[in-house]
């Protein structure tokens, strides 16, 4: 078995696919990457047997056959070499891989060994903008919960709704949701729960190609749903992962219907002062006031017995409720940083309900903390 | 006690002196930096009982006084201020920082509990260029033994001789040694051993810097050398710190005085093979091999039963011996990650005898390393 490739295809491909072989005492083949010809066609696949991922090399292939070898070797030792042709060959126990001025062995395992990895058929897929959905994931891929004492709460809620895709996590402290527009959807109405590991995979891989790549088009990523498995297809990547089976809560009756208090405020300014006011925050509890009495500016206060106390001004735009409201400053922050936008609003109540903010001009996302209780 | 500065200059300080504050068990005021103030003139102390470093702030002071606080957590919270006066001003146990909308208190501790950081007198400097003693501190300071079973190869050899100083380490498996120029030497002849972390943050400090704000003219650095200690002045920042105790070795009589086979070779194009080369070689022993029989390339070489086997040609010029010889590839990466310059040259005499590395074309460094014997 040959293959002739481009080392930037080559690298490419390896990237996308060998992040999630890693090392695994019971099976150390899941460190490895399934190399597999077929009808001159170059497979890469590698799995943590949750979550597979599969690409397709384009080059000159002669010769049936498949081997293994190590991930992260193969993708470190490409990475060294010139972006020029690579050949590939395999000799008994070994790949041989030429470029240039360089010739190397590399030990091989045999793919026999090597998990199945299924595959959806391309049936019936929902087509959505590649950035929007990248951008949707980032929105609420961080308030899963990281514990597994309810799996259900450990991942993503996708509900494919009409023309629309609702992202949702919560940890139960949390909630983030995020409304992506679709452009095609042939999985009709469909509620499933996806580990937030592969949906951290699918934002990196759809971050790993550059945007320019698809300046003659809208660059689109398929999803297809099995009985118990979903597909991300994006730019000749296959990754398949387990859903996440059980009920995932009700959360929509804890967003309040009506909220009494809005606030408009420069994220960057608000961020800035979040961070300083969170260093005389108490140490486990993270808590920081913010205080909307004013109307021309919020009032962030914290204070600990460690390290003293803060108070900081930051110029808003508040109306309605005069209230203020205790948070855990770390799940403010991890919404702010995933907000690219210039402001931010606020909607509050009072000190013991929900509190909501979006970035500014958009109802296509809104992230809820729950107070920390007076 | 007040005191009212810019943000820009507090910050600067704090940054400069700060760093070696940190968490000591026995003696906790250790992460603290000391404030002291004495006939309008702010100082700022901070230890690690084996480096003192102090620096003054500019600033509009009222009243004498000193107090400390903790280092991390004042530099954190300045950095987050914006570029404009910060107001200073004792209160009980408690140092009020005011700055525009930003109003906190800090839980200070007694300056009478900190240790007190000598101060040698700056009679007789020695002065030097800044960069060229922080470029001679990186060319030699990796080189140092980690471990204290010799105490005197944990530190810098520093030899003041008529207009120069030789900076010299060796962990006794390599060997670096680097020669400055100096303005002015009113040190005379001595030979002193300074640790290793102290050369670091003496490195550190001059990093810290832009070369901008020296455009003016020569940014030096000045040197004073006292009974057991050293102090090195740059820019109102004094780094005081023990010397090391102990004869250092004679190095100079492994320095072979002939070499026998001269090669030169791109930096870039050796380090990218070296480090393909290293993914080959045998865990904990880190071998790779280089053969200098072909007058137009050297092979690189590598294997490992676990890895492979990786062999690779780089261009080079290479006159004298036909040998080989077998180097741990993580020293030599060291010794070229320092070099800025384009290309290396390498002498040596046979496989048993010590390979030297030097940038082109300069004769005030070298990088020796001892073989792996075959």
Redesign the interface.
């Known amino acids: 078995m040959k293959i002739s490739c481009t080392q930037e295809n080559l690298s490419q491909g390896l990237n996308a696919v060998g992040h999630i072989a890693s090392k695994n005492l019971n099976l150390p083949i899941l460190s490895n990457i399934l190399f597999k010809v077929e009808n001159k066609n170059l497979t890469l696949m590698a799995t943590n047997l949750e979550i597979g991922i599969t690409t397709n090399i384009r080059g000159k292939i002669e010769g049936d056959g498949d081997f293994t070898v190590?991930a992260k070797?193969l993708a470190?030792?490409i990475s060294?070499?010139p972006k020029e042709r690579i050949d590939l060959e395999t000799d008994g126990d070994?790949i041989k891989v030429e470029c240039q001025?360089?010739?190397?062995?590399?030990?091989t395992q045999l793919a026999a060994d090597f998990p199945l990895i299924p595959k959806l058929n391309k049936d019936n897929p929902c087509t959505v903008e590649a950035k929007l959905l990248k951008q949707a994931i980032l929105e609420v891929v961080f308030a899963c919960s990281a514990s597994e004492s309810r799996p259900e709460l450990s991942g993503v809620l996708m509900e494919f709704a009409g023309n629309n895709i609702i992202l949702a996590a919560t940890d139960s402290y949390r909630l983030a949701e995020s409304r992506v527009s679709l452009i095609e959807n042939k999985v009709g109405e469909r509620k499933i729960i996806i580990p937030s590991k592969t949906m951290q995979e699918v934002s990196r891989v759809l971050s790993s190609f550059k945007d320019e790549e698809s300046i003659d088009g809208v660059d689109t990523i398929e999803i297809y749903i099995g009985e118990s498995q979903i597909m991300f297809s994006y730019n000749n990547i296959d990754i398949v992962s387990r859903l996440i089976e059980g009920q995932y809560p009700d959360y929509k009756q804890i967003i309040p219907a009506n909220f009494t208090g809005k606030t408009k405020i420069n994220i960057a300014e608000l961020s800035?002062?979040i961070?300083?006011s969170s260093?005389?925050a108490k140490n486990g509890i993270y808590d920081i006031k913010l205080d909307f009495s004013v109307p021309e500016?919020l009032t962030v206060t914290s204070s600990s017995v460690?390290?003293?106390?803060?108070?900081?001004?930051?110029k808003a735009e508040i109306s309605g409720e005069k209230t203020n409201i205790i948070l855990n400053y770390k799940y403010l922050l991890d919404g702010l940083q995933t907000m690219n936008s210039e402001d931010v609003e606020i909607e509050i109540i009072d000190s013991n309900n929900p509190f909501l903010i979006r970035p500014a001009n958009r109802d296509d996302y809104f992230y809820i903390i729950m107070p920390i209780r007076q």
């Open positions: 190590d070797l470190n030792y060294f070499l070994n001025n360089q010739k190397t062995k590399i030990k800035k002062n961070k300083a260093l005389f500016y460690q390290a003293g106390e803060n108070v900081s001004q930051v």
